[in-house]
């Protein structure tokens, strides 16, 4: 036992060893969002970018100490080792000092809140504020205290729509000052995916979330139950956000997010057949790249939508 350790801390040590401890395949979560709410703002002629550029750092600094949360309280109740498959157990397998990452966790914290105070102070309202503080509390509470969401059925749908949609509302109004029915109807299917890149991170684990204790989304509907709806999830996605050009007249760009349907395939077809966690981690990469994809493609989108109506104009 102590020789794998000691090997597991060499294969990870130094800048490799922080990085993973950020749990990179998840920052996705924090700045498509953020891309999203903003672009579609752009549409109303509307941008600032020390203020999207604040709000991408706060939300890259939310997601990163939620991260530092999950690895501090899964190593205190005692839910990594050394064999844990993933981002997760660097406490245990490089040797980090839990003190210091709660301390790191909690420091990030206070330099988001900062950013999102100067945001309150700019756009002139502290009830954005007010939901940046929720989410942040979200996030800690994801596994910290006395009934973690992540042990429990509702982590999926708490990380979608406070990472996916509260921070996607907030980029747009920050930037457009109001919140439309269309951001809401566009940000939908990454509320859903923001919640299927956690249920790939169920599924993998659930023999030893089940050994654990855990009762997750993926445990409660079982491996095949979880498949389903996780592929269900990213056809919903799709159709979703094409039908968009149909009903309220979205830009038809909007198109070019089946671009990252390939990865969206793979996601799946590597979870297919899987049953121990180390054989689904190319899933978990392809799950991650799909949202990554599909969020900046249907960003990209109304970007091109509206250099096309301003070159038409001109």
């Known amino acids: 036992m102590a020789h794998g350790t000691k090997s597991a801390i060499v294969r990870h040590s130094g800048f490799h060893k922080w990085w993973m401890l950020l749990r990179p395949h998840t920052l996705v979560a924090s700045f ?37 949360f999950n690895e501090y309280y899964d190593y205190k109740k005692g839910q990594d080792d050394e064999h844990t498959v ?8 490089n ?20 950013g999102g105070v100067y945001l309150c102070m700019d756009v002139n309202n502290w009830w954005i504020g007010l939901l940046g503080i929720i989410s942040m509390l979200v996030g800690y509470l994801y596994t910290g205290g006395p009934y973690p969401i992540a042990y429990t059925p509702f982590g999926e749908i708490m990380a979608g729509f406070f990472m996916g949609g509260i921070i996607t509302y907030i980029s747009f109004y920050i930037q457009a000052g109001f919140i439309s029915s269309f951001i809401v109807y566009v940000s939908i299917p990454v509320m859903v995916l923001v919640g299927n890149l956690l249920l790939a991170n169920s599924i993998r684990d659930l ?8 009762l997750t989304l993926a445990i409660l509907l079982g491996r095949k139950g979880a498949l389903v709806l996780f592929t269900a999830a990213f056809i919903f996605a799709y ?12 830009t038809p760009w909007i198109l070019i997010i089946l671009l990252s349907v390939p990865e969206a395939i793979k996601a799946v077809r590597r979870f297919i057949g899987k049953s121990v966690p180390i054989t689904m981690v190319p899933a978990m990469k392809a799950t991650s790249k799909a949202l990554t994809f599909f969020g900046l493609l249907l960003a990209i989108a109304f970007l091109i939508s509206l250099l ?6 001109f």
């Open 239 to 250: 159709a979703w956000e094409i039908a968009l050009i149909f009903t309220v007249e979205a």
């Open 86 to 93: 993933g981002n997760g157990g660097a406490i245990v397998r």
């Open 95 to 114: 040797g980090m000092k839990p003190g210091f990452i709660l301390f790191l966790a909690i420091f990030l914290y206070v330099l988001a809140i900062l």
């Open 32 to 68: 498509v969002p953020v891309f999203l709410g903003t672009t579609v703002a752009m549409s109303y002629e509307s941008f600032h970018f020390t203020r999207f550029f604040v709000m991408l750092i706060s939300c890259f600094l939310i997601q990163t100490s939620a991260n530092l």
């Open 308 to 313: 096309s109506a301003n070159m038409i104009d």
């Open 207 to 214: 023999e030893p979330d089940k050994a654990n204790g855990r």
